[in-house]
């Protein structure tokens, strides 16, 4: 009595579905009509056995047996047609409700901001994107298909077997009542185990990566013979909890095989007795036999189907936590401007992630077409700035000002169309080079992409790689290097012509050289742009017309090169420290 | 752990592979009970479920027909006595069956991970880590699969299909051979249907492997996706992915939804088949009824091992693909091989020296050209360079890491080649730039942990390094004190205390060496000032060779060698160097003099300007 109102809660979040059912009604109500008619003819083929066997006792006409053979084919026929169409249909729908809510997590997940992704991690969230979805899919097809056609089966089966004789009928079910508890009982504690299989698996995991990770104090330390130890008791221990799953799990067919042997054994003893006593004819006895067989997989699928209604309901409610999850950056109440000049203004900034301050008043103005620079330690914010004004945060209203007006009031499609933007991070998609150069200009024409890799020095190397520009990144490609990689990140902020180029970083990893003609060649390109260059050296930033120095998330110094170098504060200490690391490297 | 990545990496080997096979049975060989115990039950099941059907057929014939209330009873209590026997049967076999597969499994996973202890550095150097933990654990998995359900398995269906054919060849084998006319049908429709559907879903699993790689690429890009104004088109991408899925799927839907009614409509077949010529046979008195009944439970079972059977060989397949990725690892032979007669002195004197030696991690790339040097027991050395001048080489090479190809290294004037390595590495202590802190506690990470041939300090020894190095009001602080739990490689210390541990963990061994690598992040003054004490401790009465970043640690060096390239290029004392106006004069300038100015201030945060360097 106290189980009872927990499933209703387990289940509800399974509620969530409908609306993804909605469209598939007429179908899902085509289909139950086909597990009825399925389930109707099914049942028929055991009672003309039953006739056919009848008529064996009694004098046997070779005609008519074949008729009644060819009945039970013909039924058998009828019902392989409806049984087609009843899979067909439910499961496929199914899988056209899998497609939608996979495009529906997919676009939601496209609408989320930065703060989203810092909470939950890649790998989080295709977990909810693939096992919790499949735990999902797994109701909608088989759970649902098989509920169905489980529940059409008792219903003409029982009532055919209750019809024949009700005691015989009530007596046979009684193990397979228990085969439906059994299979439920099995399957919650075999997930369990097999959870617990699972966590050591993964200390298992855990143990040899940081055996591998650590190979050097290993072997510093003369590690190995007592790491050889401890792995022998994780080892033992994912012995012995597989094996706690095998003394469970290996009970389970054995244990369906015996129930439903003991529903034959009730029918022989009881069913042969009433033969005996000519209450039940031999054709009866049959039929009875073939209804048990009939019945033994529906029970069991009654059991395993609660279970998997179980586990969706949890994968539902994970899945659910992200589809409710409300963009923190969206548009509201916004009105595009005429056309982004370039203009920016940022006005007492502060800044903070999970509460940890990032970024403190900080305030500057650029005019369009102006080139502003960023120096500062890693950490002192300048990446935050960068993102910030590309909105991937979620920003109070007007601190930051574009063309005089809040960035919140822009629509996010006009101001990110106005912006280049090089993160930190190198990200490329594992496609060709080309259509990572043209990922934000899709219409553009080989010119101008060709263009876009000689102004950052990037398309003789790309020309020498063994397909040139159709030349495949990444895992399935080839590996660029840390510098190609970056320049094509900048190629593609270039060809989008922005108003607004924001390079965070984004000459770390090619070597001086590189550097100076990147620099050099994105002098014109620069031209009536406004520009934001983050970096950490200072031939970078030294032809800019405003360097910043940023610090714990403040201003500290501010100016021109030469003003800095004047002040002799942090800029010039790191101007002085670059020269003499050339001259080391020369030396 | 990493993340997973999602591609199609379905290399999938040869069904059978003779060489292979034979390997893997090899470990069988010490289960030769079990495995015997285990066919013996499979037999015995086997014939239990053929017993069943059979007892029906007597039940009619013999005790209904003739109306022997009391036979029937007794029929069916040996019934049920069948029923029990072979549930007992079955469990025990499934339970020995497993129970060996699993034993397999676990020495299988200890000889791997056995095996990577023995491996040289420049091994793990090659290999990505993520790699070789799926050969220790998901690959072995996979084995465990063709013991435990697969090839025992596969004598199991044989058993249960010959002990069926034998039983109605025994009852009637006319009508036997009848019934037997839909075995082909059936074995052809399986064989078909899995091909078809193994085509299908090898369709499905490019596609929803295609899906997984975009989705993760664009979860991990969705700032690009976003700055970029590429949603539409990312979605219209996923869209149509997810359709080729969908419909790939829909596809194998086909597959199943005529199957099973195939299969239903051979099993009707069947029945309708023994209907009609054992009527004729009934009619002829050839045959009873209670074989008619009989024959329609055997013809039922005729499916079940033929399904089985053939999914075996994707089992075996798989399973061939990952144990020649098992053993591929295994004759990987170590390259740093123990002296057999190695040099083994109770106690050394800490002498290091160093004689020509070229030392290249890839061939033609040289990062050590000749170096020469020698380092009196007791004696602290200093090593200064740039980033990439083979400072960190020199420690690696100490301990044996590598092997070099040219020159000597000799502890004591004996070739670090002909020392015992245990030995050898008892003598020294090293401590690296970035602590590595494994999961366990604060007191496991200092002593680390015991075996035979090497115990791990004793807890009061281990405690009063702690203490001396100034660790101990840190750790004190902590919730348990020592014994408190390490989060994830240590997250939750700053990195000063995480070197403060380092360095009792190898103050605990009471060295004769001390080789350090000084950690170059940025520690506030007053830790600063800790690890500057705790390390003059540490270095106390004993021979040190430290690669520098401290402005203190080359003050107080009796020695400092600048390295350049690969090369040395300078070597003396702090004063000496400085007053040469060379290389030195120069490094110093960049990387220590801030620290000097930074003392003075006390307002710290200097080490950062190295930092600064280390970036470019």
Not at chain 1, 418 to 447: K, M, W
Not at chain 1, 450 to 462: G, L, T
Not at chain 2, 5 to 29: C, N, P, S, T, V
Not at chain 2, 335 to 342: A, F, G, L, T
Request: hydrophobic share 45%; aromatic share 10%.
């Amino acid at each position: 009595m106290i189980k009872l109102p927990r499933i209703p809660e387990r289940i509800r979040h399974l509620g969530h579905l409908l609306p993804f059912l909605r469209p598939y009604r007429r179908s899902m109500l085509l289909g139950a009509l086909m597990v009825l008619i399925t389930n109707i003819l099914a049942a028929a083929s055991p009672w003309i056995l039953k006739i056919g066997v009848d008529h064996l006792t009694q004098e046997i006409n070779l005609n008519l047996l074949a008729f009644y053979a060819a009945l039970i084919l013909a039924a058998s026929l009828a019902e392989g047609v409806f049984r087609f169409a009843m899979r067909r249909i439910l499961i496929g729908v199914s899988r056209h409700v899998e497609y939608d809510l996979r495009n529906t997590l997919f676009h939601h997940l496209q609408q989320l901001s930065g703060d989203f992704y810092q909470k939950h991690s890649t790998g989080d969230i295709m977990a909810r994107a693939t096992n919790d979805l499949n735990a999902v899919r797994s109701v909608l097809g088989p759970a649902i298909m098989y509920s169905l056609n489980t529940f059409f089966t008792f219903v003409t089966v029982i009532s055919l077997l209750l019809y024949l004789n009700w005691r015989l009928a009530l007596l046979v079910l009684v193990p397979l009542a228990a085969v439906t508890l059994a299979v439920k009982f099995f399957g919650q504690r075999i997930h369990q185990r097999f959870e617990k299989i699972q966590e050591q698996f993964s200390d298992l995991t855990t143990m040899v990566q940081e055996n591998l990770a650590g190979v050097r104090v290993v072997k510093a330390y003369n590690q190995e013979q007592a790491f050889i130890e401890r792995f022998q008791q994780a080892n033992q221990e994912y012995f012995d909890r597989n094996l706690s799953l095998v003394r469970l799990s290996g009970a389970y067919n054995p244990l369906l095989t015996l129930l439903l042997g003991l529903s034959m054994v009730l029918l022989l003893w009881y069913g042969g007795g009433k033969v005996i006593s000519g209450v039940l004819s031999l054709g009866d006895f049959a039929a009875f036999m073939s209804y048990i067989m009939m019945l033994s997989w529906p029970v069991i699928a009654l059991g395993w189907v609660m279970n998997i209604f179980e586990r969706g309901a949890a994968s539902m409610g994970r899945i659910n936590t992200v589809l409710q999850t409300q963009p923190a950056v969206r548009d509201r109440d916004t009105r595009p401007l005429e056309r982004i000049q370039g203009d920016i203004e940022v006005q007492g900034l502060d800044f903070a992630y999970n509460g940890a301050p990032v970024l403190h008043d900080v305030s500057f103005s650029v005019k369009a077409g102006e080139t502003l620079a960023v120096v500062g330690r890693t950490g002192s914010g300048k990446s935050t700035l960068a993102s910030l004004l590309c909105r991937l945060h979620p920003l109070p209203d007007g601190v930051i000002k574009v063309d005089g007006r809040d960035i919140n009031s822009i629509p996010l499609e006009q101001l990110r169309g106005a912006i280049g933007f090089v993160p930190q991070e190198t990200f490329l998609f594992s496609d060709t080079v080309e259509r990572n150069i043209a990922f934000g200009s899709p219409q553009a024409g080989q010119d101008g992409i060709r263009r876009a890799a000689e102004v950052s020095n990037v398309r003789q190397d790309i020309e020498e790689f063994p397909e040139g520009f159709q030349t495949f990144v990444g895992e399935r490609g080839i590996t660029l290097s840390g510098g190609q990689k970056q320049r094509v990140a900048i190629s593609r902020a270039l060809l989008v012509d922005p108003r607004i180029l924001i390079l965070d970083d984004a000459l770390s990893a090619v070597d001086t050289e590189t550097e100076e003609r990147i620099l050099r060649s994105l002098g014109d390109e620069l031209q009536g742009r406004t520009a934001l260059l983050i970096s950490h050296r200072i031939s970078t930033v030294s032809r800019a017309d405003k360097i910043l120095v940023l610090d714990r998330g403040r201003i500290v110094e501010r100016g021109d090169h030469e003003e800095l170098m004047k002040l002799g504060g942090y800029y010039a200490a790191l101007y002085e420290k670059q020269l003499l690391q050339e001259e080391l490297e020369a030396g | 752990m990493k993340p997973k990545h999602y591609h199609d990496e379905e290399a999938l080997g040869k069904i059978y592979d003779r060489r292979l096979a034979r390997r893997m049975f090899g470990y069988l060989k010490p289960y030769g009970t079990q495995v015997t115990i285990a066919i013996l039950l499979l037999l015995t099941v086997a014939a239990l479920q053929v017993a069943g059907p059979y007892l029906m057929k007597i039940g009619i014939d013999d005790y209904i027909a003739a109306g022997d209330w009391h036979g029937l009873r007794l029929l069916a209590l040996v019934f049920v006595g069948v029923l029990l026997l072979q549930f007992v049967a079955a469990y025990a076999q499934a339970y020995v069956m497993n129970w060996t597969g699993q034993r397999i499994m676990y020495d299988l996973r200890m000889e791997i991970f056995g095996h990577f202890q023995r491996l040289q550095l420049s091994f793990f150097d090659k290999n990505p880590v993520g790699r070789l933990i799926t050969r220790a654990t998901t690959d072995v998995d996979v084995l465990n699969e063709l013991f435990t359900s697969g090839v025992i398995k596969i004598f199991g269906d044989i058993f249960t299909l010959a002990g069926i054919v034998a039983a109605m060849l025994w009852i009637n084998w006319k009508l036997a051979l009848v019934s037997f006319a839909v075995i082909p049908l059936l074995v052809a429709a399986t064989a078909v249907f899995k091909m078809k559907v193994r085509d299908a879903f090898r369709r499905v699993r490019t596609c929803i492997a295609r899906i997984n790689a975009f989705l993760q690429e664009n979860v991990t890009g969705m700032a690009v996706v976003q700055v970029f104004g590429q949603k539409e088109r990312q979605y219209e991408e996923f869209r149509r992915r997810n359709q080729d899925h969908r419909d790939a799927f829909l596809d194998s839907i086909f597959y199943y939804a005529v199957f099973y009614p195939v299969v239903n409509l051979i099993g009707a077949l069947a029945v309708a088949l023994i209907l009609w010529y054992g009527g004729l046979q009934v009619m002829e008195g050839a045959l009873t009824l209670g074989a008619v009944v009989a024959f329609i439970q055997y013809a039922d079972r005729f499916y079940r091992p033929i399904s089985d059977l053939s999914e075996k060989f994707g089992i075996l397949q798989s399973a061939m693909a990952s144990s020649e990725r098992i053993f591929k690892l295994l004759d990987t032979q170590p390259s740093i091989e123990q002296d057999p007669q190695p040099y083994r002195p109770r106690q050394a004197r800490g002498e290091i020296e160093f004689r020509n030696v070229t030392f290249a991690y890839k061939p033609g790339n040289p990062v050590l050209h000749d170096v020469s040097f020698k380092v009196s027991p007791g004696e602290r050395v200093a090593i200064v360079g740039a980033t990439g001048s083979g400072k960190s080489t020199i420690i690696s090479l100490l301990s044996r890491f590598y092997e070099i190809e040219e020159g000597q290294i000799l502890i004591d004037g004996v070739d670090v080649r002909q020392w015992d390595m245990g030995a050898l590495r008892r003598q020294m202590a090293i401590v690296l730039q970035d602590v590595f802190l494994f999961s366990g506690t604060v007191e496991e990470n200092i002593a680390l942990w015991s075996s035979r041939e090497h115990p791990a300090p004793d807890p009061k020894s281990l405690r009063e390094a702690a203490r001396q190095v100034h660790a101990e009001p840190f750790i004190e602080e902590l919730e348990q004190g020592y014994q408190s739990r390490i989060a994830e490689r240590g997250s939750s210390l700053s990195v000063g205390q995480r070197q403060l541990l380092a360095f009792a963990r190898a103050l605990a061994r009471d060295p004769r060496v001390l080789i350090l690598d000084e950690a170059t992040s940025s520690i506030d003054t007053e830790t600063e000032l800790l690890i500057q004490d705790a390390l003059d401790r540490l270095m106390q009465g004993r021979t040190s060779l430290v690669v520098a970043h401290r402005l203190s640690t080359i003050q107080t060096s009796d020695r400092i060698i600048v390295l350049h390239k690969g090369r040395i290029r300078e070597a003396g004392t702090h004063q000496q160097l400085l007053a040469q106006k060379g290389l030195y004069h120069t490094l110093y300038q960049l990387q220590y003099k801030d620290q000097l100015k930074g003392a003075w201030a006390s307002e710290g945060q200097d080490g950062e300007a190295i930092s600064c360097l280390d970036r470019a």
